[in-house]
């Protein structure tokens, strides 16, 4: 048997493999990760060199986070951990972007199930690799729908994929990251400009507006209490642009919190206007032929899944980018440069109350 076969073997028993996790609780045994030292191969010369780092992004079967996932690899300084809800997709996504087949493993992850992520996290620690870069990157945009769908645990879609999957990913994991020896360990929460409303963009309606969260509090369930984070009504384009909110604020919260004490790097970031991608996927045919040239030619925010690939693995692995709490933007040089965030996407007390309600929500309160 190949060592491909093996690996695709040994990651479906993965997906299938759960033992050892208390269903109920959602409790997952604590695994030791092997410690690879940070610094292990010694080359010719004698002096050491980094060894490989190993980055699980999510999401990583399509656009960005599939072009991300592909820089990495490139550079044969990474393994990257597929982390992804169709096995296949993602198996073939990597095979048709060229991805040498030792640069990644693939393992079920579908953000829209709690239990899912809790399985994600036990099998990825069952790998024994070790966790040097997290990257939340996946998400679902429904601006169409005309009613709410919802997560397993009955949670609006959108903020419940984007949100508060990754808030409980990236809580588990901050665990892993933080036993890691590699030189930068890094959590990367994609955000957006569209959440930001001290953007042109942003100001397109409907707005991003978390209001009190009361929505949220009440358990985005759309029966006793409402889908939306500010408790009004179901409008999928807002439910996303909340949902970029509150990976934003996440972030921050993130860097407020666990920053000093474990040196962890916490980030976001807006790669441009990727018009080309899946994520516009169920908007109107009219809207996916126009959006494109409109964003090419008149706002000249495009940017290509290549060249977004690229910036994000930047924002993973370049040594310049180590400063925690910042949201990323890029110039029309392609130079990075940090940016503002909006009123709300910056509000620190927002940001401790989405924190806690989201800790309820996921149960880790
Ligand atoms: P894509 O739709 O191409 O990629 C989204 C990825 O998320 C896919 O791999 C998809 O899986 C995955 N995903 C969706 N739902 C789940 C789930 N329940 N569990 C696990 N994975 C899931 O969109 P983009 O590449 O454009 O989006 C990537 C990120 O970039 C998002 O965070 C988005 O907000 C952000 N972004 C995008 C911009 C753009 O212009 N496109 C601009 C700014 C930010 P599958 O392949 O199975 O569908
Ligand atoms: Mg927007 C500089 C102007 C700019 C940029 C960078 C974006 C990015 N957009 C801009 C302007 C405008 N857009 C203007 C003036 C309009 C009104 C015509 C407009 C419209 C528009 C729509 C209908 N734009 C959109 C949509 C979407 O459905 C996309 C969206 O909101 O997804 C949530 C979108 C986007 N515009 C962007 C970016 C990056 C997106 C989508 C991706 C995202 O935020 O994740």
């Not at 407020?256 to 980030?267: L, P, S």
């Not at 000249?300 to 060249?307: A, F, H, L, N």
């Amino acid at each position: 048997m190949s060592e491909k076969s093996l690996r695709s073997s040994f990651s479906f028993l993965l997906i299938i493999d759960c033992d050892n996790v208390n269903q109920r609780t959602g409790a997952v045994r604590a695994q030791t990760a092997v410690t690879t030292p940070g610094l292990s191969r010694a080359s010719a010369d004698g002096k050491k060199t980094l060894r490989k780092g190993t980055a699980v992004v999510t999401g990583a079967s399509s656009g960005l986070g599939l072009a991300t996932a592909k820089a990495l690899a490139e550079t044969g300084k990474w393994h990257v951990v597929m982390a992804c809800r169709d096995f296949l997709k993602a198996e073939r996504a990597a095979k048709s972007a060229g991805m040498n087949k030792e640069s990644y493993t693939v393992i079920h992850l579908d953000l829209a199930s709690l239990d899912s992520v809790r399985q994600f996290v036990h099998n990825f620690r069952r790998t024994e690799m070790p966790l040097d870069v997290l990257v939340c990157n996946a998400a679902v945009y429904l601006p169409t729908a005309k009613e709410p769908t919802f997560t397993a645990e009955g949670f609006e879609l959108s903020v419940g994929t984007n949100h508060l999957g990754h808030f409980l990913l990236a809580r588990l994991l901050l665990e892993d990251l933080n036993k890691s020896d590699y030189p930068s360990r890094r959590l990367i929460i994609v955000g957006s400009i569209t959440g930001n409303t001290n953007t042109l963009a942003g100001n397109v309606p409907p707005k991003a507006d978390l209001g009190d969260l009361r929505g949220l509090m009440g358990g985005l369930n759309g029966l006793n209490s409402s889908s939306m984070i500010n408790g009004g009504a179901f409008d999928g384009a807002k439910a996303y642009k909340d949902s970029k909110v509150c990976n934003m604020l996440t972030m921050q919260e993130f860097h407020r919190r666990f920053h000093e004490e474990t040196g962890i790097t916490f980030t976001s970031l807006y790669p441009g206007c990727i018009a080309t991608t899946g994520l516009f996927r169920s908007h109107i045919p009219l809207f996916r032929i126009l959006f494109p040239p409109f964003q090419k030619y008149i706002t000249k925010g495009y940017v290509s899944e290549e060249e977004s690939g690229k910036r994000l693995a930047q924002v993973v692995s370049d040594p310049s980018l180590t400063k925690s709490g910042v949201y990323w933007s890029w110039n029309k040089n392609s130079a990075s440069f940090e940016n503002q965030l909006s009123e709300e996407a910056s509000d620190p007390e927002k940001a401790r109350k989405l924190w806690e309600i989201s800790e309820k929500l996921v149960g880790l309160a």
